[in-house]
C-alpha cells in the first residue's frame, strides 16, 4: 500500500510562490510509480494539473498552470514537488498529489480515475 503525505501549502498573495512537497513512502513501492498533482476548490471538479513519469524526464501539464507551475521529483528522497509560480486568487484549492502504475494506468492523461493512490491534500489559499 502507497502512502502519500504532502505538505507545503500555505497563504500567499497574488503573484507569489509557493512550493509543494509530497512524500510517498514505503521507499520499496516507489518505481514503476508514475506521479500527478490534482486540486480541487469548493463546488468545482477535481482538476489535473501536471503528472510526471517515474524515471523523470517526462511530464504533462494542464494549460491553466503550464509555464507557471512545475512538476519534478527526488527519487532519491522519494518526493514528489510542484513549484507554483506567478499565483492567482483562481490557484486556491486543495492540492493532492496522486499516484498511477506507469504501466498500467493512463497517467498522462491527468484524470483522477487514473490514479489508485492520494494523499490528504495541502491546502493553497492566493489572496488579491
Known amino acids: 500500500q502507497v502512502q502519500l503525505v504532502e505538505s507545503g501549502g500555505g497563504s500567499v498573495q497574488a503573484g507569489g510562490s509557493l512550493r509543494l512537497s509530497c512524500v510517498a513512502s514505503?521507499?520499496?513501492?516507489?518505481?514503476?510509480?508514475?506521479m500527478g498533482w490534482f486540486r480541487q476548490a469548493p463546488g468545482k471538479e477535481r482538476e489535473g494539473l501536471a503528472s510526471?513519469?517515474?524515471?523523470?524526464?517526462?511530464?504533462y501539464y494542464a494549460d491553466s498552470v503550464k509555464g507557471r507551475f512545475t512538476i519534478s521529483q527526488d527519487n532519491a528522497k522519494n518526493t514528489l514537488y510542484l513549484q507554483m509560480n506567478s499565483l492567482k486568487p483562481e490557484d486556491t484549492a486543495m492540492y493532492y498529489c496522486?499516484?498511477?502504475?506507469?504501466?498500467?494506468?493512463?497517467?498522462?492523461?491527468?484524470?483522477?480515475?487514473?490514479?489508485?493512490?492520494w494523499g490528504q491534500g495541502t491546502q493553497v489559499t492566493v489572496s488579491s
Open positions: 510526471i513519469y517515474a524515471g523523470g524526464g517526462t511530464t
Open positions: 514505503p521507499s520499496s513501492t516507489r518505481g514503476g510509480l508514475c
Open positions: 496522486a499516484a498511477a502504475q506507469c504501466l498500467t494506468q493512463r497517467w498522462w492523461l491527468l484524470v483522477s480515475s487514473e490514479y489508485n493512490y
